[in-house]
């Protein structure tokens, strides 16, 4: 059969004049034939030189070139150290200017900085614009994966946190750490939990093949929840697990500022420059113009945030390292908790890592700006806050490699039409 085909498919270099072969099959009807034969005779020619090279379509491909993070993400944690440096310099040689930008506030009481607001605007809407909620009709087609995901970020993992961080602080840490220093820290790791992950999650899933549409879907839905169940949480779980008292209106401000403002400002943006020039545009030209805004101003937060912490980093190193045990073992649960369900249920390994991904990691730039509004930028909440951006990328990577290794524990995917659901080509 392979000769056959090779005699009829790759004719001898001195050219054929006559005969029914050349009369009758012109040169895109015999590139028709070469595809429609491969396929009947289930293989595939591969040139090679001068010489055809018969291969059988079941043998493995060659495995694909390793993802990679480009060279802000994948040193992350290096910038936060860089801007924990000249943030706690910057507070210990020019604390009377560190205290003016501390003083500017959205008027008195509300504990909201302006300058740290501003940045954290600069940082969100970019990623608002990322949203696209007419995307969430589509989970009627998978909905096991958004329903293990939601039950893991708004029934466990807030209540884990609060747990664990109080089991720590409370008991385990209580010979370092303060009582009044322990609620602070209680308060700070549940604002964490209580914020499940927006931007960075889209890396860790491209990262773990994992599928986009969907992946976007999961973090729309959960940018709708918190509007609603952030708030509430977080004052339940805080004035339950420690003493302190959360002031409900300046929480409901947070919500609004870091929220509200930012949602409803990344749609309209969206909507407008859509309609005005195209999805195409807008994702591939647009969009891409804002990361080095959103880059800049999270470093810039940083450095502020580490400037108003700079007596409390300088003078309680210890307790940095003490703060990200709970927060290391609550990644680490909740993440494994979701991947485990996730294969119970039997969902496909493309939705099930970016689900155990986005049960894992945070919110951290929603996080930390409620955390100086509620309890002030020198707070012990804050800077349990900041500590979770410390360890935010080192663990992430580490729970991408645990799915990509164990990518076999899951039903293979579906194929749809001539495309697979996780974007390989099928033939």
Not at 154 to 164: D, E, G, R
Request: charged share 10%.
């Amino acid at each position: 059969m392979a000769t056959f085909l090779r005699g009829v498919l790759m004719p001898p270099r001195t050219p054929v004049t006559s005969g029914p072969l050349v009369t009758a099959v012109t040169a895109p009807q015999r590139e028709k034939s070469i595809i429609t034969i491969c396929l009947y005779a289930n293989i595939q020619f591969i040139e090679k030189g001068d010489q055809p090279v018969e291969t059988n379509r079941n043998v493995t491909p060659a495995a694909k070139p390793a993802k990679r993070l480009n060279l802000f993400e994948r040193y992350l944690t290096l910038w936060v150290a860089l801007c924990m440096i000249i943030g706690v310099a910057l507070g210990k040689t020019m604390p009377g200017f560190v205290q003016s930008l501390r003083s500017l506030e959205f008027g008195r009481g509300s504990q909201i900085n302006v300058p740290i607001a501003v940045l954290i605007w600069l940082m969100i809407i970019p990623m608002m614009m990322k949203v696209d909620f007419a995307s969430i009709l589509s989970v009627r087609e998978k909905p096991r994966g958004l329903l293990v995901t939601l039950f893991v970020n708004w029934l466990v993992k807030p209540f884990s946190m609060a747990l664990i961080s109080w089991l720590f602080f409370r008991h385990i840490f209580s010979a370092w750490i303060p009582s009044a220093l322990a609620d602070q820290y209680i308060a700070g790791t549940i604002i964490l939990a209580a914020a499940p992950c927006t931007a960075m999650v889209f890396v860790w899933s491209y990262l773990t093949d994992g599928d986009p549409a969907y992946t976007l879907v999961q973090v729309s839905v959960n940018d709708l929840i918190m509007l609603f169940l952030f708030a509430s949480i977080v004052r339940f779980l805080v004035s339950g697990a420690s003493s302190l008292h959360v002031p409900f209106n300046v929480l409901l401000y947070s919500v609004f500022v870091f929220i509200v403002i930012p949602l409803a400002v990344g749609s309209s943006l969206r909507y407008w420059f859509i309609r005005k020039h195209g999805v195409e545009w807008f994702e591939r030209s647009l969009l891409p113009r804002f990361a080095p805004v959103t880059i800049l101003a999270l470093l810039a937060t940083l450095v502020f945030i580490f400037a108003f912490q700079a007596d409390n980093i300088t003078s309680r190193y210890f307790h940095v390292f003490l703060i990200a045990i709970p927060i290391l073992l609550q990644v680490y649960f909740n993440s494994g908790l979701t991947y485990g369900l996730m294969k119970l249920f039997r969902v496909q390994h493309s939705v099930a890592a970016p689900g155990a991904l986005i049960g894992a990691s945070n919110f951290f730039e929603l996080a930390v700006a409620t955390a100086i509004a509620l309890f002030g930028p020198g707070s012990g909440a804050a800077l349990a806050t900041v500590v979770g951006v410390l360890v935010e990328v080192p663990v992430m990577l580490s729970v991408c490699s645990m799915c990509n290794r164990t990518r076999d524990w899951f039903p293979p995917e579906k194929a749809v039409g001539n495309r697979s659901i996780d974007g390989e080509v099928m033939l």
